[in-house]
């Protein structure tokens, strides 16, 4: 799953081509999501594999045929024919028509697991199902690697070229895009919420922000103090876990206009990092779009205050 996500980002970001055939995905497993998994029709077969052998299968309009059986379903019954063995983590899956969607419930180690299969002409090939282990690390953070993290935040950079040219590789990733950048002014200097994404599967959030000075003097920040509060009325807080940002942002240019004073053009820094699960090894069930308040410390102030917080 790695090595092709990397691949088709750099695709992407380089613009190139390439073809979705042989298309693999990953799938977290987990009670409160129905996945949906893009399925083959005219050609081949769409492989469900899972962490451990389903204990049943409940299909609506689905076939499930034993594979030692080898028994076969009745046209015009069923959207998809489903080859299984009994006892084995893989299911192999095919529509029988164009228009084919069915959910069909998984019960894995008494628990229930929903998969929405539908008939597409850019299939996944291979769906591979996995749980995630959400224990919190010392800080109490949820347990999306640094590496993942970082992997997530280019997934974001390059979400525009990937939903043009490849819309399959973010379908299940929310992306909000403020009509203007949320603006959380400081004294001296400001946050600019650019956009913020949400991959359901991570349960991580990617936060674009700029950092804006516009004094004539450096501005040292504490980037690992960034923190975002929830604005839809909870006030909740989440620590940024996975930070691409610098320390210090440069002074505003400071130039002399016909009027003879001194005329300051605000800097302005790029920032990147991300809000994974709960903060106690739980899922936060975050949104994307939302008011959302940054806060943040300058090194050389012991308490930062916000010229008119939210």
């Not at 689905?62 to 015009?76: E, I, L, Q, R, Y």
């Not at 069915?102 to 291979?126: C, Q």
């Not at 040292?220 to 839809?232: A, E, L, P, Q, R």
Request: with cysteine; charged share 20%.
């Amino acid at each position: 799953m790695k090595p092709f996500l990397i691949s088709i980002i750099l695709f992407a970001v380089n613009a190139w081509t390439c073809h979705a055939d042989n298309y693999a995905r990953q799938y977290v497993l987990d009670e409160q999501i129905c996945n949906k998994v893009p399925v083959t029709f005219d050609k081949g077969s769409t492989t469900l594999m899972f962490p451990a052998p389903p204990d049943a299968i409940r299909p609506g309009r689905t076939f499930v045929a034993d594979a030692s059986k080898g028994n076969a379903p009745v046209p015009g019954n069923v959207d998809f024919y489903a080859v299984y063995q009994p006892g084995s983590r893989y299911i192999s899956i095919r529509a029988l028509t164009p228009e084919a969607r069915d959910v069909v419930t998984f019960i894995i180690g008494g628990k229930l697991y929903n998969v929405e299969l539908f008939a597409d002409k850019k299939p996944v090939l291979s769906a591979v199902f996995y749980k995630t282990q959400p224990t919190p690390n010392s800080d109490g953070q949820f347990s999306v690697t640094p590496a993942r993290g970082v992997e997530l935040i280019r997934q974001a950079q390059a979400f525009d070229a990937l939903n043009k040219s490849h819309p399959e590789a973010v379908e299940q990733v929310e992306c909000f895009k403020p009509q203007q950048p949320m603006v959380i002014p400081y004294q001296g200097w400001m946050v600019w919420i650019n956009r913020v994404w949400r991959f359901e599967q991570d349960d991580t959030l990617v936060f674009w922000i700029s950092f804006i000075n516009r004094s004539a003097s450096p501005l040292s920040i504490d980037k690992n103090s960034i923190t975002v509060v929830t604005g839809d009325g909870t006030n909740r807080y989440y620590q940024a876990s996975v930070i691409d940002s610098v320390s210090v942002i440069p002074p505003a240019f400071v130039s002399i206009g016909t009027d003879g004073k001194e005329k300051h053009t605000p800097s302005m820094v790029q920032a990147w990092f991300t809000v994974s699960g709960d903060g106690h090894g739980g899922r936060n069930w975050l949104k994307a779009e939302d008011n959302w308040n940054v806060l943040v410390s300058r090194k050389d102030t012991p308490v930062e205050k916000q010229e008119n917080p939210q």
